[in-house]
């Protein structure tokens, strides 16, 4: 005898295609399943009806983003009341993220961290998922080791490549599991601590430090996704170490960032502030170059390009006409010609881009058109006290560590 699966969701109609009703609308099957349709007046088209039509879909939207913050609320409680599924490297990891998708600073920051360690002697790897690779390989990707560059941006991705490019001494490893990289780094290219670069939400690798990068800015009516940048609420702040703060106007008398960090219940706060430096030609690499009252075209592929424009702007540089393109864009050659042909419509004498998507222009040289990058400058005033504090809390992990492995020895 044949076994009838149960039904598994709601009951379904008797009729797998609908009966066609006679002219009369009277149905020889029934005389009630079939009977004319009478047509549904349609909602008015006016201001009442885009009103009701735009409250359903606000309605809807807020709902999707509070179960987005929901899953983001619990995904963060479940590891932390299950610590033991979180994997844990041999060295130190200090941890560079954010609460919002992109446009923070973290990358700059874990650069100016990487420079710190770097100088307190320490051999510190950047630990990277290498997002939006063209051509990403199984297993873990050196994209530099404490010798020099090992691979192109299409293995690596254009942050880390372009970490690997500014930062000798510091070893820059890809995979989409970064305790593999970190394993790797650790134990064949003997790194002593780990960068987890934009890891606040990579619960399943335990970090000794966790430092939370925010612009003041972002507290401003901020949302979850998809209406707002937020990946988990701002109540999740409270699980930082520290907080590195940009936007914020500190005052001996009443200090912004020190409110801020005593709202978001984050212990420590360390201001930074972000910059355009002067620009450098592409091509030949590295020569200045002056842009003030010179008229350009601006290029950036990044997550917030307006921002990157007005910065131009301010620093004197007429601002012939602006590309934006989504963050990680791959540029194709057709797309570098038809810059080439708006700069020129334009009279822009030259093309200014960002780092980030320089390394995406690379492979497409010879240009035509002659090209600059303006680079995003990183200062901390509390460089020297943000140091001392990080050394510090790196000294009782490896003390921690030292105990537990004492501990296990004797047991």
């Known amino acids: 005898m044949r076994r009838v699966a149960p039904a598994s969701g709601p009951p379904r109609g008797r009729w797998s295609s609908r009966i066609a009703a ?17 047509r549904t007046a349609r909602p008015p088209s006016g201001p009442s009806g885009s009103s009701s039509s735009t409250s359903v879909s606000r309605g809807r939207v807020q709902l999707i983003d509070s179960l987005y913050a929901a899953v ?17 490297l041999d060295r130190p990891v200090v941890s560079i993220g954010s609460l919002s998708a992109g446009g923070s600073g973290k990358t700059p920051l874990a650069a100016c961290v990487a420079r710190l360690l770097r100088e307190a002697g320490e051999r510190p790897a950047i630990l990277s998922r290498g997002y939006a690779r063209q051509a990403a390989s199984d297993g873990v990707t050196v994209v530099r080791d404490f010798a020099g560059i090992r691979t192109d941006v299409e293995h690596a991705g254009d942050e880390p490549m372009m970490l690997a490019r500014a930062l000798e001494g510091v070893a820059v490893v890809v995979d989409a599991d970064r305790y593999l990289a970190g394993r790797l780094a650790e134990g064949r290219l003997g790194a002593t601590v780990h960068l987890l670069d934009d890891g606040f939400q990579h619960l399943q690798l335990a970090r000794d430090v966790d430092l939370l990068v925010m612009r003041a800015s972002e507290l401003d009516g901020a949302a979850t996704f998809p209406s707002g940048r937020l990946r988990e609420p701002v109540a999740a702040a409270t699980r930082a170490d520290a907080l590195l703060l940009s936007g914020a106007s500190e005052s001996e008398e009443d200090g912004e960032a020190s409110s801020i960090g005593i709202r978001l219940g984050v212990p420590k706060v360390f201001e930074f502030t972000q910059h355009l430096g002067p620009a450098v030609g592409a091509d030949p690499a590295d020569t200045p170059v002056r842009i003030e009252r010179l008229r350009v075209y601006c290029v950036a592929g990044i997550a917030a390009p307006d921002r990157f424009f007005e910065a131009v702007r301010e620093r004197g540089a007429v601002v012939a006409a602006t590309r934006p393109f989504p963050d990680h864009h791959p540029f194709s050659r057709a797309e570098i010609d038809e810059m080439a042909e708006a700069a020129t419509a334009g009279g822009a004498e030259i093309v200014l881009t960002t780092e980030k998507d320089l390394e995406r222009m690379l492979p497409h040289r010879p240009w035509p058109f002659r090209l600059a990058t303006v680079p995003l ?35």
Do not use: K
């Open 72 to 88: 983001a609320r619990g995904r963060r409680r479940w590891y932390e009341s299950n610590p033991a599924r979180r994997r844990v």
């Open 22 to 38: 006679p002219s009369n609308g009277v149905c020889r099957r029934s005389r009630i399943c079939c009977r004319p349709r009478t």
């Open 377 to 411: 400058v990183v200062e901390m005033p509390q460089r020297e006290a943000f140091g001392a504090w990080l050394m510090e809390r790196l000294d009782a992990a490896r003390h921690r560590r030292l105990e537990a492995a004492r501990g296990e020895s004797e047991g």
